[in-house]
């Protein structure tokens, strides 16, 4: 009833303001009509059970302005309409009068669809046409959806507020929400996992919390002696008072075993910082020396270190982090150019389809979430152990991988890495142009027109730091022109946009260079990874059976690119730099076939990041960042939405929080 109660208002209200002008313009009669209709809707037809009389007026009040229209093109004169012909002709004499009197000339102001629905004399008199009501401002934002949007600004970071984008480094130090948990109908294991995590961090949050002064104490004694009888003694007082402190944890199997557990990782990590802080304040001595000088008096203490408990806290500075994720709030940030950052392929995934329906022409928002985090954590933390790190993002269709694979490129081109991206490998299987065998790799074959639009991405997105490098490899060298060896990358890259036969072999040259040098991180991203596992749709009369799709490994294209799940003597090495690979589930790829790829992936020793659905608040901060920038009904209802617990609970269960359902659910 509720729902069909909200589309009679909508109805209502367009109903009349598409007749509005024609009832103006066929009389005062009319227009009292009019008037009395929305009076009478207020009264007694705004209930569920009135529908079907609320209709018949409806259709009465349609005929009845038509045939005024017609009336007033005959030159007829003004008759009041049929409907509520008692109570026009009531206000008829007083109409006239009104009529009389002197009119001035108004300007039209912009009518705001959050005002009430009550139609005034003054509105009538502006005459005001459909044309002339706005549909968005950003005046007409709520203050709920005002108070909860928070953007990153690198002003607090280094000064500057016109960048809107944060590197790797900065994602991987935001605090953002925790994300939602897993469903247990949907997947038992991983609710399982989930259900412990949060048991350790409760458990390691209140051991921290009673042992933190003491520790600090016992780091001011002065023998190793006295400081072991305090650890001592906090391992036989803190199991005891956390019994007192979680009345109903302490009944479950093995407790006091489990906050022995967490204490001791505790203080190990107070160990690591110790240790840290002295080699950081003896800047004249060796940081190694210094390591083992200063915590000396530290490593006497005998800490038994039991890890049969895995903790996803391995520090503390990452234990504050997870610590401030508790009361964290989501950050949006804003790409406002994608051409800067997104040159010739644009994004992946529906997300533009969010800036496409926005009344906000200029905002191209992306909500940071926590998944986005980890893996800019694994991308700087690969890059800083001087290893290339390989990572695998998967999720329900629809949760968000394109988003994040999308916000990953734009922080990683943002630091400075150079990106490859390739946002639709579906269409690089199946949409080649033209396949030809390679002329520098016998038993090939090369698709130059993706390689001319690779080469173009690399040269607009990177030309400055192509510019400083060259080929290294010989061999390599060996397989472009002579007069092209001694080019830069980017003007390589230049050329090989340019020039359709000399793009395969310039590609891949480029590529390779690429994966070998160790001046700038290279990343790879791919979406839709693993519809290339899928069957091949390359052909050519040359390949060994015509009837067959070429292999990917067998094309220029992709052979320098395939360094997960395809087998180690096919995958290439990269030195310095990282693979990110969305799986797609809308493409028409079996599914076993998606579920041995990521076996593969996996087994190879890939980095898993599963994207999740919206957790309540990233749901709630979302619909309020859809009314800041007006899309679908929350353009016109944004308010009466955001803030009325009980339609933001009805699209929760409408769309199950998963982002592709809330933007067809705030559209339809």
């Known amino acids: 009833n509720q729902m069909l109660l909200r589309h009679s208002r909508i109805a209502y209200r367009t109903l009349l303001r598409r007749h509005i002008g024609a009832a103006s313009s066929a009389g005062p009669s009319s227009v009292n009509s009019v008037r009395c209709f929305s009076?009478?809707?207020?009264?007694?037809?705004?209930?569920?059970?009135?529908?079907?009389?609320?209709?018949?007026?409806?259709?009465?009040?349609?005929?009845?302005?038509?045939?005024?229209?017609?009336?007033?093109?005959?030159?007829?004169?003004?008759?009041?309409?049929?409907?509520?012909?008692?109570?026009?002709?009531?206000?008829?004499?007083?109409?006239?009068?009104?009529?009389?009197?002197?009119?001035?000339?108004?300007?039209?102001?912009?009518?705001?669809?959050?005002?009430?629905?009550?139609?005034?004399?003054?509105?009538?008199?502006?005459?005001?046409?459909?044309?002339?009501?706005?549909?968005?401002s950003p005046e007409l934002v709520s203050a709920t959806t005002r108070k909860r949007l928070v953007f990153f600004s690198s002003a607090n970071i280094d000064g500057d507020d016109s960048r809107t984008v944060p590197t790797l480094d900065e994602l991987a130090k935001i605090p953002l929400p925790l994300p939602s948990p897993p469903i247990p109908a949907e997947d038992s294991r991983s609710y399982s996992k989930y259900r412990k995590r949060i048991e350790q961090r409760r458990i390691l949050t209140a051991v921290s919390e009673l042992a933190e002064g003491r520790v600090?104490?016992?780091?001011?004694?002065?023998?190793?002696?006295?400081?072991?009888?305090?650890?001592?003694?906090?391992?036989?007082?803190?199991?005891?008072?956390?019994?007192?402190?979680?009345?109903?944890?302490?009944?479950?199997?093995?407790?006091?075993?489990?906050v022995q557990k967490a204490l001791t990782r505790y203080l190990i990590s107070i160990k690591k910082q110790e240790k840290k802080r002295h080699a950081l304040s003896e800047d004249s001595v060796d940081v190694d020396a210094a390591n083992e000088a200063s915590g000396d008096e530290i490593e006497k203490i005998e800490i038994k270190e039991d890890d049969s408990l895995p903790l996803e806290v391995e520090d503390l500075e990452e234990y504050a982090l997870g610590n401030a994720d508790v009361s964290a709030a989501p950050v949006f940030m804003d790409l406002k150019s994608v051409d800067k950052y997104f040159p010739v392929t644009g994004v992946s995934g529906r997300i533009s389809e969010d800036w496409d329906l926005a009344a906000d022409e200029n905002s191209k928002r992306v909500m940071l979430r926590e998944p986005m985090r980890r893996i800019a954590q694994q991308l700087v933390e690969a890059d800083a152990d001087g290893k290339p790190g390989n990572i695998v993002i998967s999720g329900k269709r629809g949760v968000g991988k394109s988003v994040a694979l999308n916000a990953i490129v734009a922080a990683a081109r943002q630091q400075g890495s150079i990106v490859l991206y390739l946002p639709n490998c579906e269409y690089l299987r199946k949409f080649g142009k033209y396949t030809e065998p390679s002329p520098s790799h016998p038993g090939m074959f090369d698709l130059p027109i993706h390689a001319m639009s690779l080469c173009k991405q690399l040269e607009e997105a990177h030309g400055e730091q192509l510019a400083t490098l060259k080929l290294t490899n010989e061999?390599?060298?060996?397989?472009?022109?002579?007069?092209?060896?001694?080019?830069?990358?980017?003007?390589?890259?230049?050329?090989?946009?340019?020039?359709?036969?000399?793009?395969?072999?310039?590609?891949?040259?480029?590529?390779?260079?690429?994966?070998?040098q160790t001046e700038f991180p290279f990343i790879v991203a791919f979406d839709e990874y693993n519809t290339l596992f899928d069957e091949p749709q390359h052909f050519h009369i040359d390949y060994m059976d015509a009837q067959k799709g070429i292999p990917h490994q067998n094309m220029t294209l992709f052979k320098p690119l395939l360094t997960m799940g395809f087998g180690s003597e096919n995958s290439p090495m990269m030195r310095r730099g990282s693979v990110i690979a969305s799986i797609d589930c809308t493409r028409p790829v079996k599914r076993d076939v998606t579920e041995n790829a990521v076996e593969k992936i996996l087994n190879e020793g890939a980095i898993h990041v599963d994207i999740s659905r919206y957790s309540f608040l990233e749901l709630n901060h979302m619909l309020s960042n859809y009314e800041a920038i007006g899309v679908g009904r929350l353009r016109v209802y944004g308010a009466e939405v955001v803030e009325n617990a009980a339609e933001v609970a009805f699209l929760r269960m409408k769309t199950g929080c998963i982002g592709a359902n809330v933007l067809n659910g705030i559209i339809i």
Do not use: C
């Open 39 to 136: 009076k009478k809707w207020r009264t007694e037809y705004n209930r569920p059970d009135k529908f079907d009389k609320l209709e018949e007026d409806f259709s009465q009040l349609e005929e009845d302005v038509d045939v005024f229209r017609y009336a007033q093109e005959a030159g007829e004169d003004d008759v009041p309409l049929d409907l509520f012909k008692e109570e026009a002709e009531q206000t008829y004499m007083q109409s006239q009068r009104q009529d009389r009197a002197p009119q001035q000339k108004v300007k039209v102001k912009p009518f705001a669809l959050n005002d009430q629905w009550e139609i005034t004399e003054d509105d009538v008199a502006k005459s005001l046409q459909y044309e002339d009501l706005i549909e968005w």
């Open 216 to 258: 600090a104490k016992i780091l001011r004694m002065e023998t190793a002696e006295e400081k072991q009888a305090a650890v001592d003694a906090l391992f036989e007082s803190i199991p005891m008072e956390m019994e007192e402190r979680e009345g109903i944890m302490k009944g479950q199997p093995k407790f006091q075993e489990k």
């Open 475 to 516: 061999s390599i060298m060996n397989i472009i022109p002579e007069e092209y060896r001694s080019f830069n990358l980017q003007q390589l890259a230049q050329t090989g946009r340019d020039d359709v036969e000399l793009s395969s072999a310039i590609y891949f040259s480029v590529v390779d260079e690429l994966m070998n």
